[in-house]
């Protein structure tokens, strides 16, 4: 991933008593152990009384809008925008912000928060909360465009939506992670891999793959373990990882390169790279997931938006200020 604190554009934010700031926040409270009350004292503990807060909470409702929902609440007036959930949680907030100078804080309190560990963010909820409210940097995240709807993490064809559309909601909140594994785990046996047309930018391939991965973010599940190398969420291109292993030992091998960082060495897996257009079609349909959520079957079809949201991101140390804390830590190496 390339480096946030070193492409972060710094901002900085000021809470001066009485300047009547407001937040919106937007709640997943399937998505995690923490309340809208929890979320209101943490923001309100670091914000300050003079800052309003305030919570949506996601129903789930067929017919619920969220991206709909945070566009006409920017539109109020707001100093920012959060999204306290999953990974879910977060595209559907990103969705609304589209193309707004408004930046997206995430407060990562759902299951998996892959994308605030790619952008290696704080993830407990006091720590984002005292991110958001105190100087933080911003980055510009690129985004999927897939019919109306955006994505700005990962859209998975293979074993990872099977996993996604096959974990029942409550044992996810009972065993978290350990629910995606086992439902992993059983549907990794006697899977074979299937034919895939992709098209990437206008380069066309057909391989039998288990998985098919269109990423904007490299991380696979926890870091420091990734799909592959040189994934970033924010240079303007969408990679796409494609997975032919078959065998058991095949996987074994591709394991082995995932924990050394040396997927591109594995022959079962291949990479392409695409700034405009994604196009991805299957012998027989299967179910997509995108950003953790299931969107569909193939066939589907990816616009690539580039530089498309504004993240709230932890503040990059200016060289002065690097210079100086080596200085002070020559220092107390001097006095010990």
Same mark, same amino acid.
């Given at each position: 991933?390339?480096?946030?604190?070193?492409?972060?554009?710094?901002?900085?934010?000021?809470?001066?008593?009485?300047?009547?700031?407001?937040?919106?926040?937007?709640?997943?409270?399937?998505?995690?152990?923490?309340?809208?009350?929890?979320?209101?004292?943490?923001?309100?503990?670091?914000?300050?009384?003079?800052?309003?807060?305030?919570?949506?909470?996601?129903?789930?409702?067929?017919?619920?809008?969220?991206?709909?929902?945070?566009?006409?609440?920017?539109?109020?007036?707001?100093?920012?925008?959060?999204?306290?959930?999953?990974?879910?949680?977060?595209?559907?907030?990103?969705?609304?912000?589209?193309?707004?100078?408004?930046?997206?804080?995430?407060?990562?309190?759902?299951?998996?928060?892959?994308?605030?560990?790619?952008?290696?963010?704080?993830?407990?909820?006091?720590?984002?909360?005292?991110?958001?409210?105190?100087?933080?940097?911003?980055?510009?995240?690129?985004?999927?465009?897939?019919?109306?709807?955006?994505?700005?993490?990962?859209?998975?064809?293979?074993?990872?939506?099977?996993?996604?559309?096959?974990?029942?909601?409550?044992?996810?909140?009972?065993?978290?992670?350990?629910?995606?594994?086992?439902?992993?785990?059983?549907?990794? +046996?006697?899977?074979?891999?299937?034919?895939?047309?992709? *098209? &990437? =930018? $206008?380069?066309?391939?057909?391989?039998?793959?288990? !998985?098919?991965?269109?990423?904007?973010?490299?991380?696979?599940?926890?870091?420091?373990?990734?799909?592959?190398?040189?994934?970033?969420?924010?240079?303007?291109?969408?990679?796409?990882?494609?997975?032919?292993?078959?065998?058991?030992?095949?996987?074994?091998?591709?394991?082995?390169?995932?924990?050394?960082?040396?997927?591109?060495?594995?022959?079962?897996?291949?990479?392409?790279?695409?700034?405009?257009?994604? +196009?991805?079609?299957?012998?027989?349909?299967?179910?997509? *997931? &995108? =950003? $953790?959520?299931?969107?569909?079957?193939?066939?589907? !079809?990816?616009?690539?938006?580039?530089?498309?949201?504004?993240?709230?991101?932890?503040?990059?140390?200016?060289?002065?200020?690097?210079?100086?804390?080596?200085?002070?830590?020559?220092?107390?190496?001097?006095?010990?």
């Amino acid at each position: 991933m390339t480096d946030l604190q070193d492409v972060a554009d710094t901002t900085t934010v000021s809470r001066e008593p009485g300047s009547g700031q407001r937040v919106f926040v937007v709640l997943n409270p399937m998505a995690g152990s923490c309340t809208a009350d929890d979320v209101r004292n943490a923001l309100q503990q670091h914000f300050g009384e003079d800052t309003t807060v305030d919570i949506y909470e996601t129903t789930g409702a067929d017919d619920e809008d969220v991206a709909e929902i945070v566009r006409r609440e920017a539109a109020k007036g707001v100093a920012l925008v959060g999204a306290a959930g999953g990974d879910g949680t977060v595209s559907e907030v990103a969705e609304g912000l589209i193309g707004s100078d408004i930046p997206m804080g995430i407060i990562p309190v759902g299951t998996a928060n892959v994308f605030a560990r790619e952008l290696e963010l704080p993830m407990t909820l006091d720590d984002a909360c005292a991110l958001l409210a105190g100087q933080y940097g911003t980055t510009k995240i690129d985004a999927m465009k897939v019919g109306d709807d955006y994505f700005i993490l990962q859209i998975g064809i293979g074993l990872d939506s099977l996993m996604i559309r096959d974990t029942e909601r409550e044992a996810k909140r009972r065993f978290g992670r350990a629910a995606y594994i086992w439902t992993m785990l059983t549907r990794f +046996v006697g899977y074979q891999p299937v034919r895939f047309t992709i *098209q &990437a =930018d $206008g380069q066309r391939v057909r391989p039998r793959a288990s !998985q098919v991965l269109i990423a904007n973010g490299g991380v696979l599940g926890v870091p420091p373990f990734r799909w592959g190398p040189n994934i970033s969420p924010d240079d303007g291109k969408i990679n796409v990882c494609i997975v032919s292993a078959r065998t058991a030992l095949d996987y074994l091998g591709l394991i082995w390169h995932t924990i050394l960082g040396q997927q591109r060495r594995d022959r079962n897996v291949r990479y392409l790279a695409a700034a405009n257009s994604i +196009v991805i079609s299957a012998d027989h349909p299967l179910p997509v *997931q &995108a =950003d $953790g959520e299931i969107l569909g079957n193939t066939p589907i !079809q990816i616009q690539v938006v580039p530089h498309a949201v504004a993240v709230i991101v932890p503040q990059k140390e200016t060289a002065t200020e690097q210079a100086a804390d080596r200085a002070k830590a020559a220092e107390r190496a001097v006095a010990a």
